[in-house]
Structure formats: C-alpha cells, structure tokens
C-alpha cells in the first residue's frame, strides 16, 4: 500500500497568486514558510526555515486568494508532486509542490474584514430545512490551540544516538 499524504502548517511568505490555465481552470499558488527548532549536542538552541510552495485548485484556491494574505497561518493538507521538464539547455530540471486538497484558515489578524463567502454553497444536512440558508462551513485554527497535538513528542525530547542509526 502507498501513501502520499502531506498536513504543513505556516505562514504565507507573499499573497496568493491566482491563474487562469488555458483551459478556463482557476489555480493559485501558495508559498509557505515553515521552521523547526532544536537543540543541537552543546545544548544550542537552533532553528532552520523551509520553504513550501502550495498548488490550489479551482474553488479551494479561490477561497484561499480571498482570505488569506501574507504573514497569514494555514494548515494545508494535500500530497506531494514532483514535475520534471528539459530547459532550454537540454538539461533536466525538477520542481517538487504541494497540491492541496483541504485548508484550514489561521486566527484573523485584529481589524480584518468578517465578510462571508457570499458564492460557497452551505453544507446542507438531512436535518436542516432547505429553506433556512446555513452558513458555510470554514474551518479556522484558533490562536490558542496547540499546533502540536498533545501526545505528540517534541524533537528536542528525544535524543538520538549515534551508535543507534543504521548507517
């Protein structure tokens, strides 16, 4: 069995940009940051950035144009992509992204605009009455939910040895 499954959580290092592909498909892209810290063997404590760039599809990136900006918090959860094609000096070149597949907003900044999504359609249930409009349904982190889930073990709690890696 295989399994390509990503779940990144970041800032947003530029505003979404979206496309249009020829064909009439909206798509925007995401670029992300995320940093990792540890302490390395004299105690030091290190910190190293990456840099994620995110590939959103018709409604979902149109949804993250709309809402999110630079600076902005994001859980992306998508699977990895890797692209390959020849330059122009016929050597080989290869991009890997992340193509999305869910989002969820980071808390809003203070003074940042409430409006709804006046075009997503609401969820509607089998309990809900079809005349009573619902609102849809945006999942947000809240600034006080822990990034890390509570029984996950933090990097630097964890001490590898040397003698221990198989290499």
Do not use: C
Not at 119 to 129: E, G, L, T, V, Y
Not at 137 to 154: G, K, L, Q, Y
Request: net charge negative; charged share 25%; no cysteine.
């Amino acid at each position: 069995m295989n399994l390509n499954k990503v779940y990144i959580i970041g800032r947003l290092t530029q505003d979404p940009e979206t496309r249009a592909t020829p064909a009439g498909q909206s798509v925007t892209t995401l670029r992300l940051a995320t940093n990792r810290t540890w302490n390395d063997a004299s105690g030091q404590r290190k910190e190293s950035v990456e840099y994620h760039t995110v590939i959103a599809w018709q409604r979902l990136g149109e949804i993250a144009a709309k809402y999110l900006r630079k600076g902005g918090l994001v859980l992306i959860e998508g699977r990895i992509q890797t692209r390959s094609w020849t330059g122009n000096d016929n050597v080989k070149r290869y991009f890997t992204e992340i193509i999305a597949e869910n989002l969820q907003l980071g808390p809003r900044p203070a003074g940042y605009s409430q409006e709804p999504i006046s075009d997503i359609k609401p969820k509607q249930s089998f309990n809900s009455a079809p005349d009573k409009p619902q609102e849809p349904e945006i999942p947000i982190i809240n600034a006080d939910e822990p990034v890390n889930p509570p029984m996950m073990v933090e990097e630097d709690e964890t001490k590898i040895k040397e003698e221990d890696l198989p290499f």
